[in-house]
């Protein structure tokens, strides 16, 4: 089975820092791998994901993550935060075959300061 | 614009009354899910659906059952509604195969308070 553990259940920066959020996941099998953003009262929305093309990916807002087998990473960055960018962010995992449905990280809360 | 649809933004309910949250979504998606979000745990999963009148049980399945009669439509049923079932339900789909390299698209959520 498949799982997926965020570091830091909020991180803090100040507004036109790097954003660093990290996750790790443990698969037996290739991953694919998934970052959502939900803003305040709102569903999640995909950010972006990686299914075994570049590793490097590149999704909405500035935000892009990379696939990295050697250390089981996935982590987003963004180089510079905006205030808007304040949301809480979920890491997922999901395998082709068997159990497809994905696992979801329990979230980091970004906080952005003026 | 694809679109996860549901029922209510925000509701609150009794214990022990017989509570329904519906979902609709409107991109043909086989698969369908129904998720509770607490604050520190993250997404759980309740029940999902593969198909039409099919369900499997997720993660945290107790005091709850589910029905889809058509494609675009899941409900999450809460028989007797309990206060430890205050929480966010998240509603998702997917187009899922067997692969799991497909995105989830989820509803606006809905806050359930049991008082």
């Known amino acids: 089975a498949q799982s997926v553990t965020q570091l830091g259940s909020h991180v803090s920066v100040s507004e036109g820092a790097l954003v660093l959020l990290r996750c790790n996941y443990s698969?037996?099998?290739?991953?694919?791998l998934f970052w959502y953003v939900q803003y305040p009262n709102q569903g999640l929305q995909l950010l972006l994901k990686?299914?075994?093309?570049?590793?490097l990916v590149k999704g909405i807002n500035g935000f892009e993550a990379e696939f990295k087998k050697s250390e089981t990473s996935f982590h987003l960055t963004k180089p510079s935060a905006h205030m808007s960018d304040a949301a809480e962010y979920f890491c997922?995992?999901?395998?082709?075959?068997?159990?497809?449905?994905?696992?979801f990280g329990r979230g980091t809360s970004l906080i952005v300061h003026p | 614009d694809v679109k996860v649809t549901q029922s209510s933004r925000y509701l609150v309910k009794r214990t022990g009354e017989k509570v329904f949250l519906e979902c609709v979504q409107d991109?043909?998606?086989?698969?369908m899910f129904w998720y509770r979000q607490d604050p520190g745990l993250g997404l759980r999963l309740i029940y999902f659906?593969?198909?039409?009148?099919?369900?499997e049980k997720g993660d945290i399945p107790e005091g709850y059952s589910v029905s889809r009669e058509k494609k675009e439509r899941f409900s999450l049923i809460l028989e007797s509604a309990s206060t430890n079932q205050t929480s966010m339900y998240l509603c998702?789909?997917?187009?899922?195969?067997?692969?799991?390299?497909?995105?989830?698209?989820f509803g606006p959520g809905t806050r359930l308070t049991v008082t």
């Open positions: 659906s593969y198909d039409v009148k099919m369900k």
């Open positions: 991109m043909d998606h086989e698969n």
């Open positions: 990686y299914t075994s093309a570049a590793t």
């Open positions: 698969s037996s099998v290739p991953p694919y």
């Open positions: 998702a789909s997917d187009r899922n195969r067997g692969r799991g390299s497909y995105e989830q698209y």
């Open positions: 997922a995992v999901s395998v082709s075959g068997g159990s497809y449905i994905p696992t």
